[in-house]
């Protein structure tokens, strides 16, 4: 099992395996920022001040915080152009071929064999590293063969052991409705947009003008390898948007099989909560993927996991205020503003509910900031 648990380990470090273009962000700025010191210059404009809202998105990986960047564009910019869109068809591939051989990989560890004999014969086509080009329809020489793996029980059984082996959550998804993706005039659509996954490295700035506010959004790689670039680059930066996946309770870790998902948020929020960086800057706290943490409660019972948890297992309220409460008390400084919310990012109504009431945060800051500098 140690070998198996290796092969894990080597398959989840390989990355996404997406080498293709990343979707352009028309009617934004965006700039990598090797530091945020040359980036907090306000904005100037014609009629006086421009607020700025400097608003640093960060978790560990796979919470949600390049989904929450998508719906910032759907909500507060003009969308997806078609060649986003179609960029995005290449990514979506690339989710569905890794996250199976991810899979693949770990029925070898488990020592599990399809039900389904000619499986074995798609080792081969899945091994294959097969990427697309802008305008490529999916390639239909792979659809019988998802169909057939995915109808394949010993596969099924693997992919709801997932959090044994940091399998990404969009798997699901996509394979439920590949007849649609596999169409020669397939247009991924916002939902397809917001489930798909590409890797986030090093640190993006995204600006969105609201006219009396400016968000300047900055994404950050959430793996530990990525941390280390960004953690001293946001001193006085207003608002801090960190985000969880509550639904990662019972997720292992993609670079530590061993490690857990939610104690390693614990870890990196008291970081930052505590952090000389920080010390005024406002917390919004994400409680994100809460539609999957609620489907999950039934079948993966928290107090495994977390056996300090008192209440009912299977009560998503309770069992996310327990977790909010442990978030909350990892904040020394009993003066430290923490906003919490309950949130899930491929919900575009409900994110943009909440993203108006953290645009309200950082207007209160920054007015704050003004009166009493």
């Known amino acids: 099992m140690l070998e198996g648990r290796n092969q894990l380990r080597a398959r989840a470090n390989q990355g996404d395996g997406m080498g293709m273009p990343v979707p352009s962000r028309t009617h934004m700025q965006v700039a990598k920022a090797p530091c945020a010191d040359r980036l907090f210059r306000a904005p100037s404009g014609p ?25 910032m564009k759907l909500i507060y910019a003009s969308g997806f152009s078609g060649s986003d869109r179609d960029n995005f068809r ?21 020592s599990l064999a399809f039900e389904l004999e000619e499986n074995e014969g798609y080792r081969g086509l899945i091994s294959l590293d097969r990427t697309l080009t802008p305008g490529e329809p999916l390639p239909m020489e792979y659809l019988a063969p998802l169909k057939s793996l995915w109808a394949d029980k010993a596969v099924r059984r693997t992919v709801k052991r ?7 959550d969009n798997l699901s998804y996509f394979f439920q409705d590949l007849d649609r993706l596999f169409a020669a005039d397939f247009v991924p659509s916002n939902q397809d947009v917001l489930r798909s996954r590409l890797k ?16 300047r959004m900055f994404d950050v790689g ?20 960190f985000l969880v996946a509550i639904s990662g309770y019972d997720q292992c ?30 917390l919004i706290l994400f409680l994100n993927k809460m539609d999957l943490f609620r489907a999950k409660l039934e079948s993966s019972p928290v107090t495994k996991y977390f056996p300090d948890y008192q209440g009912d297992p ?12 442990r978030f909350l008390e990892l904040s020394r400084d009993p ?39």
């Open 335 to 373: 003066r430290k503003e923490v906003y919490t919310h309950f949130t899930n990012a491929t919900d575009t109504d409900l994110l943009g509910i909440t993203m108006a009431s953290v645009q309200n945060t950082i207007i209160q800051r920054s007015l704050n900031n003004m009166y009493f500098a």
């Open 222 to 241: 959430g793996q530990r390898s990525e941390r280390k670039k960004w953690i001293h680059c946001f001193e006085n930066v207003n608002c801090v948007l």
């Open 90 to 110: 290449c990514i979506i591939f690339s989710n569905i071929l890794h996250s199976l051989k991810t899979v693949l990989a770990a029925m070898e560890a488990y």
């Open 314 to 325: 299977k009560d998503a309220t309770e069992v996310s205020q327990y977790f909010r409460d």
């Open 162 to 168: 997932g959090n044994e082996y940091a399998l990404h």
């Open 47 to 71: 009629g006086g001040f421009v607020l700025t809202g400097d608003l640093s998105r960060k978790g560990a990986g796979e919470s949600g915080k390049s989904t929450i960047l998508k719906q």
């Open 253 to 282: 870790l993609v670079e530590e099989m061993d490690g857990n998902q939610m104690q390693e948020a614990f870890m990196l929020f008291e970081s930052i909560s505590n952090s000389r960086w920080f010390t005024k800057t406002s």
């Open 200 to 215: 986030t490295t090093g640190i993006t700035e995204t600006i969105f003008d609201l006219g009396k506010l400016t968000y």
